[in-house]
């Protein structure tokens, strides 16, 4: 049967019903477990393999070594000190796609994605992060 | 009278992305309609050419912000046929279960702007409302709301759980209540229907010979899907009606998508009631062996076709996209004919176009002229360092490409 105002009813019945929208910056949702936001970097675990580099479709990952070189103390001698290995992650939060890849191909689970995403800033120099 | 030509576009407000359209009118009547792509042309084939398979997943899946599941599947079959990979079945159930939850909110979607092109925005409110409900369970299962990332050579990358399994089941029962709801809303409300009948007419011989596809298809009484004729995933599995229509009209194309909710109400029941044990995803190699495969999804605006050539190296030597509005696009210029200028909107939004998705090619331009001629990479390139250097005054000489000494 047609008939007009076949949604009256509901429209009228909503005036009683709570909004269906949420006061964002004063109300927060809690995001999913499996959310991807920023990127979170385990030093310790990390061993230089860069396989997330390789992996990361926007190249926002960058991974570096900032352990000390070997030391040397004459030429042609033995190191007293091997080199040192310790990685540091730097990640271009606005290049980052957040598909949380480099996640998944870190075989030393040297990377986790949290549930942070309020990531906005009005510098853009600010969103080239150490994690 | 004299006939008078309008162009609407590429920026209208009732199109939400780029596309021109000439319409050549006498009085309101349109005459013919011709229609110019190209505002949006992302090189999207070209840049998957320098990415490796696994960076091509995020690239292509980001061809479409609606049907980006399909594109994802479309492209990581196709490498799995290349790479002779056998994706367990729990993985495949995944990708069916994440396909029809997009459909959900695609359909959902599309009835919103179909009652906003008509003037009926209270039911673009409820039904997007309503797809809120699909989004959050989007993103409880991958994590994220519009760009999943669930994909991945070889199977799914996360797994679902039995709490998860039992939300689905809920969203689903709400969701289904009110679909019904709606489908009386589009049969019973009479401002909806009579405005949606008779309105962009696409006979069934039309629809076969311009080769609509999806629910413009299935609208004109064309009964074909490919989740049922050239079944992927586990679709071949799972039990289903094909939704078709006669009314070849709008209101026919309202009909089948509310059809085809309540169907996909009934295949998420399924997937979810049979979903089998056991791993989710198989090593896949890096480098992909030498081949070629073509691959195809029905998306939620139907057929999605994907080809790849692998040279054996990792990264792909060619990879083709076809969105499902390039066959759609045809088809709207018939429908347009001996309609109303009043009626553009609504017939144009009726097959739920995605321009952005539709830009794939690029017109070789030499001298000025339009040509069919082929234009190589370098010239391509040099071209381009001069039209900018004398029509914009930005000097790009000095950027080096990666590859380039």
Redesign the interface.
Known sequence: ???????FL??ICSFFKKP?TSMYPFIKIE??A???GKLKFYQERCIGCKLCM????SNAITIVNVGQPAAQNAAGAEPQKPAEKKFEAIVDLDKC?????CV??CMKKALE?TREFELASLDHKKLKVKI | MAKVTIPIGPQHPALKEPASFNITLDGEKIVHMTLKLGYNHRGIEKAAES??Y??????LERVCGICSHSHSSCYVQCVEDIAALEVPKRALYIRSLVGELERLHSHLLWLGVAGHEVGFD??LM?TW?DR?IVMDLL??????RV?Y?IN?IGGV??DITKDQIKDILVAVDKLEEETK?YA??A?????L?KRLSRVGKLSHEDAVKLGAVGPTARASNVDRDIRRDDPYAAYGEISFKVITDNHNDVYGRTLVRIGELLESYNMIRQIVKNIPDGPITVKAPRRIPVGEAVSRCEAPRGEDMHYIKSNGSDKPERVKVRAPTLANVQAVAKMLENGYLADVPIVIAAIDPCFSCTDRTTIAVKDGKKTRGLIEWKDLRKYSIEWYKKNEGIDLSKIKLQNEK
Do not use: H, W
């Open positions: 049967m047609i008939r007009p105002g076949r949604m509901k429209v269906a995001k999913p499996k959310f991807r390789k992996d990361c479709p796609l957040y598909c949380a890849q998944d191909s994605a | 990415r490796t696994i960076q091509n997943i995020y690239l209270t039911l409820y409302r809120e993103s409880m299962l991958t994590g994220n760009n990332g991945t990358r996360r709801y009386q809303v049969t019973q409300e009479v401002t229907a």
